[in-house]
């Protein structure tokens, strides 16, 4: 080899190394990159529910780009599911290669093979789903809710949500709440009445309560709601664990406020044998893997004619104005992660009065802040 050549290759093999092994592509097309990372997420207040108590939340971050373009997603690992954000990225790097070789634009065919390649993997599933869509509609110009044919207007009021606490930290939660005009309430442990006291000493609003499959039996979940009934509460979510349908469609009959399912309820093909044992489900982009199967649920449901209510895991913006821009198509809302956490590395869908403001740039309309 001449001497020019060498320095030629040597240059050559410089300008790749610089691009770094993150990035590749298939010969003639432009080259795709893919940044998977995990944040930590820091809580306003220690968050308890019947699953876990923790200061902070890990969440895992994909950033794809292709053709100058980069979309963003995010996936929090949902703990009942031994999920967590380090197990979602070591999954999402044994199927780089695929990624970085699969055509972005036919999202719909990578998610679902990267669901069947990575079972019990969701909420990784999810940060890819969303960082596709994000790509998909900033390439297109316009936001995901236009890409999904829905009204901005018709965005969800979402409810604010307080973690199981102390009587005194729970009445600080609820007056910090003032300006949302429903409040969902975590109960299922041995403290629910004193909770329940705790927010009425405080606000007359409208109630939610969801018990995270906190009630052990039937007959408990039946007292507990019809107690709660009469406490202003307006629906109860997962009141028993998630594989008692049966008992949950025996406690449905006693009861007079609509139940959702909640933990039973993952993807759509689960939705119709829940159809007698609750009033609707919740759809949440970490449990279903992103919002092509959390449409599908949606769908499901409605033909079903069971009610939806769009939730998500203590998460930043990024993911929450995700599930924001398919809220339209919701009864309900609970789309309050972000406002739980402190360092929010993202900004996008605002909340005014509860009320979801969903941003108008393209895709997913989110824009990293801090890095
Ligand atoms: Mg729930």
Redesign the pocket.
């Known amino acids: 080899m001449k001497r020019r050549e060498l320095l030629q290759g040597m240059a050559a093999a410089a300008a790749a190394s610089a691009l770094g092994p993150r990035l590749a592509g298939a010969p003639g097309r432009a080259a795709a990159g893919l940044d998977i990372r995990v944040r930590r997420l820091l809580l306003r207040h220690q968050w308890t529910t019947t699953m876990s108590s923790s200061a902070h939340r890990d969440t895992l971050h994909v950033r794809y780009t292709r053709d100058g373009v980069t979309g963003l997603g995010e996936g929090a690992g949902i703990v009942r599911y031994r999920q967590d954000a380090l197990g979602g990225q070591k999954a999402l790097e044994g199927v780089r290669d695929f990624l970085l070789a699969a055509d972005p634009w036919h999202h719909a065919k990578v998610v679902a093979e990267l669901d069947r390649r990575l079972p019990g993997q969701r909420a990784a599933v999810s940060a890819v789903d969303l960082a596709l869509l994000d790509w998909a509609g900033k390439r297109q110009g316009v936001p995901l809710y236009r890409l999904l044919g829905l009204d901005p207007s018709e965005a969800a009021v979402t409810t604010m949500s307080i973690g199981i606490d102390t009587p005194e930290v729970t009445r600080l939660k609820v007056q910090e709440a003032a300006d949302f005009p429903f409040l969902k309430i975590k109960v299922g442990l041995a403290t629910d009445e004193a909770t329940l006291d705790a927010v009425r000493s405080v606000t007359k609003k409208p109630l939610r309560v969801?018990a995270?499959e906190g009630w052990t039996n039937k007959e408990e979940a039946v007292r507990k709601i019809n107690w709660l009934e009469s406490q202003g509460v307006e629906l109860v979510?997962?009141p028993l664990p998630a594989h008692m349908v049966e008992e949950a469609r025996w406690v449905r009959s006693r009861v007079h406020i609509p139940l959702f399912a909640?933990?039973a309820c993952h993807s759509a093909k689960e939705i119709p044998a829940l159809r007698e044992a609750f009033d609707g489900i919740?759809v949440k982009l970490d449990k279903s893997g992103g919002v092509h199967e959390a449409l599908r649920m949606i769908e499901v449901a409605r033909a079903l004619g069971m009610k939806v209510m769009i939730?998500c895991m203590v998460s930043s913006s990024c993911t929450i104005t995700a599930a924001a821009h398919l809220s339209p198509l919701a009864d309900y809302a609970?789309l309050d992660g972000h406002l739980l956490i402190s360092n929010d590395p993202y900004a996008g869908v605002r909340v005014e009065k509860g009320r979801l403001i969903l941003p108008d740039s393209p895709g997913l309309g989110v824009r990293l802040t801090a890095d």
Do not use: K, L
């Open positions: 969801d995270n979510e997962q909640d933990e919740v939730g609970d």
